[in-house]
């Protein structure tokens, strides 16, 4: 069974761990109130709404979001996808201390979202200047 639209962007707050709030946010709307309207009453989303949600969550695969066929995610962003794999990142040095934060608190729940945006878009960034560097390899190898 194909999911409804309003189903798929509900399916896309819920797996980024956002509020209809955050997520109107992040999408560049002043408030939740398009995006509750298109969730809660099953309204149709404009194509301005569709592309801000595409080029704000660059690992939705588009073709998902507008029809529903294929996998949520582009088949190349899986990995960037959270939860994210942090153990190899630099540890933080012992005399520097980690402030602990209230989650419920919602101000830096919105901030975490948007860091964990910005780690995907690292992590893709990353992974696209890996494969350049083995294009570039390959290529200096062909030529020896």
């Given at each position: 069974?194909?999911?409804?639209?309003?189903?798929?962007?509900?399916?896309?707050?819920?797996?980024?761990?956002?509020?209809?709030?955050?997520?109107?946010k992040?999408?560049?709307l002043?408030?939740?109130?398009?995006?509750?309207?298109?969730?809660?009453?099953?309204?149709?989303?404009?194509?301005?709404?569709?592309?801000?949600?595409?080029?704000?969550?660059?690992?939705?695969?588009?073709?998902?979001?507008?029809?529903?066929?294929?996998?949520?995610?582009?088949?190349?962003?899986?990995?960037a996808?959270?939860?994210?794999n942090?153990?190899?990142?630099p540890?933080v040095?012992?005399?520097?201390p980690i402030?602990?934060?209230?989650?419920?608190?919602?101000?830096?729940e919105?901030?975490?979202n948007?860091?964990?945006?910005?780690?995907?878009?690292?992590?893709?960034?990353?992974?696209?200047?890996?494969?350049?560097?083995?294009?570039?390899?390959?290529?200096?190898?062909?030529?020896?």
């Amino acid at each position: 069974m194909v999911l409804s639209i309003s189903d798929r962007i509900k399916l896309i707050i819920k797996e980024f761990g956002l509020t209809k709030n955050s997520f109107s946010k992040a999408i560049g709307l002043s408030n939740n109130v398009t995006i509750g309207r298109i969730v809660n009453e099953e309204r149709k989303p404009s194509f301005e709404i569709l592309e801000k949600i595409i080029q704000t969550y660059g690992s939705i695969n588009a073709r998902w979001l507008i029809s529903g066929e294929g996998e949520m995610l582009k088949e190349d962003m899986s990995k960037a996808y959270p939860p994210y794999n942090l153990e190899n990142l630099p540890a933080v040095s012992e005399q520097e201390p980690i402030p602990k934060f209230n989650i419920r608190d919602t101000y830096f729940e919105e901030e975490i979202n948007k860091l964990n945006r910005v780690i995907v878009r690292l992590v893709r960034k990353n992974d696209a200047l890996e494969n350049q560097i083995e294009e570039l390899k390959s290529l200096v190898n062909s030529q020896n």
